[in-house]
């Protein structure tokens, strides 16, 4: 875990030490300024025991001779809401003295004061240093009197007397203390005893929502009170082959709080130009064409299945809201807190994967099921429609997707825009189309019959958004 900050100065064992004047400036900006969220505290602390767990787990694979080799990889949180104190273990790599004085302090002696200025400098937000300085675990004194962390490397040995394991303990005013202590576990415990104004952090069922909330997919069981909350996979990180359709079902109900099963999913991985794990679903009815008002975004994004944004509006475009689930990238960068997207043209050429894929996607199945699409589009057209109005990236390969019917169809049937093309007479040049509110009264009327006299055939369009995204989309295959 790095998480700790110490002075470079030798640090004697029980003795009360002062940070350094940079670290106290630190702690001020994370507890008043960097964090919107107190609960955000919750997933940091999580988050940094599942890398101490995967560090543990890596070395057991190479390592045979580890003691507590087969010890269950766990995280564990007690809650004390009389005493107001919550407490997280692990039983990970956990840290010996020198890894606390020395690797525990990395912002001490990497660059505070340039970490610092960069953060002043963008208001205390747009700063691209997650995970470089462990300062996730200061989010604790947002809601801390006092926190404790007891620890004990895996390299010590209790079979050979090396049971030694270390307190270091702070109030966040400017002072610590390293004491240590002999009988501790592998691993790391932090309590915290709680303001009076967070003790809502000691509540069980508090607790427990913040953890589906941020931490659903901690790839190591995450327990409360003895009960695992983590109950969910994170399915897209797993092979296609792998997964069941109960699997994938229960997981599309779990991320897109519903009880019916999808129409669509796309499970897919990229590995360039971004490092992608994204598992789409596509659910059975479009409440805006049932008259609950707009959809909003329902995909949520994830940085090695720890929840950083939920349903961001920012994510993929507008014309994609109505999709559900997940998108994981370790590639983007994120300020220090986790909390915002940082660099503008790395989101929008993850939108632009994601968008392209799903596209195609949607073309694949257009030409394996066409019975299947066509249910599709009448639910969703609207949104592919608006899609080739306002996405200049994408607009032309969503216009290909459009469906209409035309006076070469039969009724109820529809055609695309290639097809048409596809018929189109010799030194035909234009593709016409003709708006009403049904095919009878077009066919009624005494327009067609000019075009049906020089056999050419004309689009049928019903819905008043039909003919804005053929005028805008202005010309189709030149």
């Excluded at 997933?43 to 787990?57: G, Q, T, V």
């Excluded at 915290?192 to 104004?197: Q, S, V």
């Excluded at 659910?283 to 950083?308: M, Q, S, T």
């Excluded at 004309?458 to 053929?470: A, C, E, G, S």
Aim: proline share 4%; glycine share 8%; hydrophobic share 35%.
């Amino acid at each position: 875990m790095t998480t700790f900050t110490t002075p470079q100065a030798e640090t004697v064992p029980g003795e009360r030490h002062a940070f350094q004047a940079e670290i106290r400036q630190l702690l001020d900006i994370v507890i008043h300024s960097l964090y919107t969220e107190r609960e955000i505290f919750v997933r940091e602390l999580i988050s940094n025991a599942a890398d101490a767990l995967e560090k543990f787990r890596h070395e057991a694979l190479i390592r045979e001779d580890l003691p507590e080799r087969d010890r269950e990889l766990e995280v564990r949180i007690a809650l004390d809401d009389q005493a107001r104190v919550f407490s997280i273990s692990d039983s990970g790599i956990g840290m010996t003295r020198e890894e606390i004085v020395t690797n525990l302090g990395t912002i001490a002696h990497s660059g505070t004061k340039e970490f610092l200025a960069r953060l002043a400098q963008s208001g205390g937000k747009d700063v691209n240093l997650i995970g470089q300085f462990g300062v996730g675990f200061y989010s604790a004194f947002m809601v801390a009197k006092k926190v404790t962390v007891e620890t004990r490397s895996y390299q010590s040995d209790p079979e050979k007397g090396d049971s030694q394991g270390w307190v270091w303990e702070s109030d966040g005013s400017g002072e610590y203390t390293l004491t240590p202590k002999e009988g501790l576990s592998r691993g790391t415990t932090i309590t915290i005893e709680l303001k009076d104004d967070a003790s809502e952090f000691a509540n069980e069922s508090r607790i427990k929502g913040i953890i589906r909330h941020f931490s659903s997919f901690v790839p190591f069981p995450v327990y409360v009170k003895g009960e695992k909350v983590n109950t969910v996979q994170a399915l897209w990180t797993r092979p296609k082959g792998e997964i069941t359709e109960e699997e994938y079902t229960e997981f599309y109900r779990f991320v897109a709080n519903a009880v019916d099963e999808p129409t669509y999913r796309l499970h897919f991985s990229a590995d360039a130009p971004l490092a992608i794990n994204a598992l789409l679903f596509v659910p059975p009815d479009n409440i805006e064409r049932l008259g609950f008002g707009r959809v909003k975004p329902g995909v949520d994004l994830y940085c090695r299945k720890v929840l950083i944004l939920r349903h961001p509006e920012e994510l993929l475009p507008e014309w994609m809201r109505f999709l559900r689930g997940v998108i994981d990238s370790e590639d983007l960068p994120l300020n220090i807190s986790r909390e915002m997207l940082q660099d503008n043209r790395l989101v929008r050429k993850l939108s632009n994967v994601i968008s392209g894929r799903f596209i195609k996607f949607l073309e694949e199945q257009a030409k394996s099921d066409p019975e299947k699409f066509d249910k599709f589009y009448k639910v969703y057209g609207t949104f592919l429609k608006e899609g080739v109005t306002q996405d200049f990236v994408h607009g032309k390969d969503l216009a290909k997707l459009l469906r209409f019917e035309s006076s070469a169809t039969e009724a109820g049937k529809t055609t695309t825009l290639a097809e048409y093309v596809g018929r189109m007479k010799d030194g035909q040049k234009e593709i016409y189309y003709i708006n009403g509110p049904s095919r009878e009264a077009i066919e009624a009327g005494p327009y067609l019959e000019a075009f049906k006299a020089r056999g050419i055939e004309v689009l049928y369009t019903h819905q008043p958004i039909d003919d804005f995204v053929l005028s805008n989309l202005g010309e189709f295959e030149e």
